[in-house]
């Protein structure tokens, strides 16, 4: 086993999980099977009762690890599938130490820092490397272990200790350590200043690490005498000096890492074997021509977003990738416009008439509308507000998790009648408790207590959009978290007007995919489609979503979906044509082989 150490310099927030998840990609590119571990030094054992505000998205994983964001960009770019235990933090490292304790093993000894919590961090780290995180479960050869902060932090000193220990245990060819560091601009000067880069390594260096590539992350690429500077006083070659400006899209990133040589440096300083650095022919290319197509895009689309915590795009960070995944899928830009969905309620007009007319014009002026996920009362009337004009208007519409919940609220109240329509999570008392709680995941504890994880949708019909986008299979499989559910005492009711829930868990209990008759794309989700979103394979729902929003729904359908192997729809004002080439026939993410696109001119037909 290989262990790549990604740590970060000067400050966070410079895209040290995508550097690291796009070194992985092009390691896996070259046929190495990497897999990844993200360490947060926090107390809390998990990103559970994070506020997104503070921390951004929680990301939900298939075994119902509930974890830092990152853990997404590794799932994204690597098309792996990882476990709770990826995402270490110090709450988990202390918790397992001190079970321990208690339980007698550190018998007659004083438990401390050092050698006990590194010794725990390294075991942890050894253990959880060789778990098999893609489809055919082999064991990889590399894993990239990021670690959250900047060198220097005293949250991370237990690990920065561990690792300097375990780059002996593990033995030098087997270890390296990659920094990723900040190269600022100051416009006074117009100069690129590397001393914020020398003092982290300096600092680094003096606990015990040593860097084998530095990325210099800056506005633009760093000049050859920068690159030198590094080199000279970071005590590195040039050429393990590594320049990551700021780029067109995320998809750019593998691609600049490689022309600087960092794969082929790290297999010759990780001594990796001969057969594994098998390049395929067509090294990357998938990756460059969706870097090249998503550069090329001409038309846009106009999705509102109308959320809770828009202030922080982290905070719905996998809906935005999903959004984006699908959106170069149908050959559109996305321009995302973000709604504060309190802003659109009444009691806005009188506070601040400028915003609640501006969040109006936002919303109707939109081509989609998503409601995402959420919790707490505050926004939701927006909410349902938004979705009454989708529904009204003929708007697509996307609603998950909280979203399905208001537009079932927004349904009951103005089609079934009942006006007080809500979910007991709001209003507790309501007359109408259309969304009401689950009692076994309502237990008053807050933290991985709520219905979490990848579980199965059966499709009670065939007369079903989200079915065909899925392929026409039976069943699919998303990740949940939430606690509340559709009162399954109403659906009889709903469905009697066109509300049909058409996917349901397999006890046929709790209502997980909702359509609305007579409407253009109206679809609720219970899961979060978003967090198994691929580049290369897009969430079927979103897929949908943006379809109906380009104005390519109808000729997708008319063309059947995707029964045919090579399924072709296309542009109707750009000369590029998107060929979608099924694996084995189906969207569903369960399919392993999923969607290529491929951009290449051809016949232009209108949808
Ligand atoms: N608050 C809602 C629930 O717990 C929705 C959760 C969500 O959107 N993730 O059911």
Redesign the pocket.
């Known amino acids: 086993m290989k262990y790549i150490l990604v740590t970060g310099g000067v400050i966070s927030g410079i895209g040290k999980g995508v550097i690291a998840s796009s070194l992985g990609t092009i390691l896996k590119s070259s046929g190495v099977r990497v897999t990844s571990i993200k360490i947060d030094p926090y107390i809390n054992i998990d990103a559970g009762t994070f506020s997104p505000y503070e921390h951004g998205e929680v990301f939900v994983l298939n075994d119902g690890g509930e974890v830092d964001l990152d853990l997404g960009n590794y799932e994204r770019f690597l098309d792996i599938t990882l476990h709770r235990d990826n995402n270490i933090t110090t709450g988990k490292i202390y918790q397992t130490v001190i079970d321990r304790e208690r339980r007698g093993d550190y018998l007659g000894k004083t438990v401390q820092v050092v050698p006990h919590i590194t010794d725990a961090i390294q075991e942890w780290v050894e253990r959880v490397a060789k778990v098999p995180v893609d489809g055919d479960n082999a064991t990889p050869d590399i894993c990239i272990i990021e670690l959250g902060g900047t060198i220097g932090d005293i949250e991370g000193m237990p690990f920065v200790e561990a690792f300097r220990q375990f780059q002996f245990r593990v033995k030098r060819e087997n270890f390296c350590c990659v920094h990723v560091s900040l190269v600022p601009q100051p416009k006074a000067t117009g100069e690129q200043k590397t001393k914020p880069t020398q003092s982290s390594i300096r600092e680094l260096r003096g606990l015990g690490l040593s860097p084998d590539l530095i990325v210099c992350r800056s506005t633009v690429t760093i000049t050859d005498a920068v690159r030198e500077k590094v080199s000279l006083f970071c005590h590195v070659e040039p050429q393990q000096v590594m320049s990551i400006h700021d780029l067109s899209s995320i998809y750019r990133v593998p691609l600049l890492l490689e022309n600087q040589g960092a794969s082929a440096y790290i297999m010759r300083r990780l001594n990796l074997h001969p057969h594994l650095n098998m390049r395929p022919k067509k090294f990357m290319a998938d990756w460059k021509e969706l870097a090249d197509r998503y550069d090329r895009l001409l038309r846009e689309v106009t999705i509102a977003l109308v959320g809770k915590y828009t202030k922080l795009e982290d905070a719905y960070a996998s809906v935005i990738k999903a959004l984006q995944h699908s959106a170069l899928a149908v050959s559109h830009r996305l321009n995302l416009k973000y709604i504060e969905a309190a802003d659109l309620e009444m009691s806005m007009l009188a506070e601040d008439p400028c915003r609640y007319h501006e969040a109006w014009h936002q919303l109707v002026s939109a081509n989609g509308i998503l409601v995402p ?3 707490g009362v505050r926004g939701t009337e927006g909410k349902v507000l938004a979705v009454n004009w989708a529904r009204t208007k003929k708007v697509p519409f996307l609603g998950v ?2 979203g399905l ?1 208001c537009a079932a609220i927004e349904f009951a109240r103005n089609v079934l009648d009942m006006k007080e329509a809500n979910s007991t ?1 709001f209003f507790p008392e309501t007359k109408h408790p259309v969304v009401i709680d689950m009692p076994e995941h309502n237990t008053g504890m807050m933290g991985g207590t ?1 219905r979490l994880g990848l579980r199965k949708t059966l499709f009670k019909t065939d007369k079903s959009i989200m079915k065909k986008l899925y392929g026409n299979s039976d069943y699919v499989e998303e990740r949940h ?4 559910e559709i009162n399954p005492e109403l659906v009889e009711q709903f469905e009697a007007k066109g509300m049909r829930f058409v996917g349901r868990s397999e006890d046929g209990e709790r209502m997980e995919i909702l359509e609305l008759d007579d409407h253009p794309f109206f679809v609720g989700v219970q899961y979060h489609p978003e967090y198994i979103s691929r580049p290369m394979k897009p969430s079927p729902p979103y897929f949908g979503f943006l379809l109906a929003s380009s104005g390519k729904l109808q000729g997708f359908v008319n063309r059947g979906f995707r029964k045919s192997p090579n399924m072709e729809y296309s542009e109707s004002s750009d000369d590029e044509l998107c060929k979608i080439t099924e694996g084995n026939g189906a969207l569903s993410p369960s399919t392993a082989s999923g969607i290529k696109m491929r951009a290449s001119a051809g016949t232009v037909k209108g949808d």
């Open positions: 996920g959420g919790f998790c909280l919940q999570e709520m978290r939430h606690r509340y």
